[in-house]
DNA sequence: TTGTAGTTACGAATACATTCGTATATTTGT
DNA sequence: ACAAATATACGAATGTATTCGTAACTACAA
């Protein structure tokens, strides 16, 4: 049942991974009320996504209950990460700073957004020179 | 021939993509000759893909020469735009700063990166104080 | 206990992505 | 003009994603 490596979700399993992140566990039930707001699929179509996400590794469920609960195995940020990584890879080059510019033209942060990302970057700055090599902080 | 919408590409059209716009327009052959250092599957499968493609409105084609000429519709900053907005809908909840957080985490950018983000930072702060409804400058 | 409402399991239809074999067309060297 | 090499077009097999109908199961009320 313990999967080699969890195989990158689709679009519709994104959008089941995004309830999940924001309800926490949830039922199926839960689950398609939510996604009825944006899509008109039927309650077993959802099931059964689920019952294959679960397959795949990406979703693990509690049993033990009247119905079954389900919850991601990876978090919203590992996700991320992953995602992040794999665009980086294939459309920008290699290149994280091109995604920073571009991600940052899209839509104008707010001054304190962007006073976060400036200290964010002194610590990055300050890091560097007193630790060349390693990589942690505090 | 003109299509409503150009669909999203493929993780495999992608590949072509990427070898469109670091070589500029090219022949299968050509594309073919690069895919094959990561892939193993053969010349008919590359240009029944590209075919696809064109057929999708994804590439433009010149028949004119000996060999056809493929060239992207969109550039690839374009296709940045899209897939980044498209992520930052998902998995980001909507939030591009919570985007460029997770990128310059990824992988340190250089110094003179730190820098150019930096005052590309002071620019949109500029830009807001000088124009708090306008998104145009210069 | 039996029916009803709500659940999960399963099988199958449809659609799209990926792959390749083979047919057809075109260029070029002899 | 002909053969060999190289191109494109096409059809079909395979795999995966998405959808739903229907069967089987479970809890609860009457």
């Keep these: 049942m313990a999967r080699p490596f969890i ?4 679009d519709s399993e994104l959008e089941i991974l ?3 992140w924001d309800r ?7 689950v398609h009320m939510e996604l009825e707001k944006s899509k008109t699929s039927g309650y077993t179509t959802t099931l059964k996504l ?10 693990t469920r509690d049993v033990s209950g009247r119905n079954h609960v389900y919850t991601p195995t990876l978090s919203r940020d ?5 995602m992040v990584d ?3 890879s294939t459309v920008f ?3 994280p700073f091109m995604l920073v510019m571009q991600a940052l033209g899209r839509q104008r942060p707010s001054p304190e957004e962007i006073n976060r990302i400036k200290s ?3 610590e990055l700055e300050k890091d560097r020179k007193d630790r060349p090599q390693e990589g942690k902080k505090k």
């Design 18 to 20: 995004r309830i999940l």
């Design 93 to 95: 080059n290699g290149s």
């Design 50 to 59: 689920m019952q294959i996400m679960l397959e795949k590794g990406i979703l």
């Design 24 to 30: 926490g566990p949830s039922s199926v039930r839960d």
């Design 78 to 82: 590992r996700t991320q990460q992953q």
């Design 7 to 10: 195989p990158k979700p689709t």
């Design 120 to 122: 964010y970057l002194n």
């Design 86 to 88: 794999k665009m980086i």
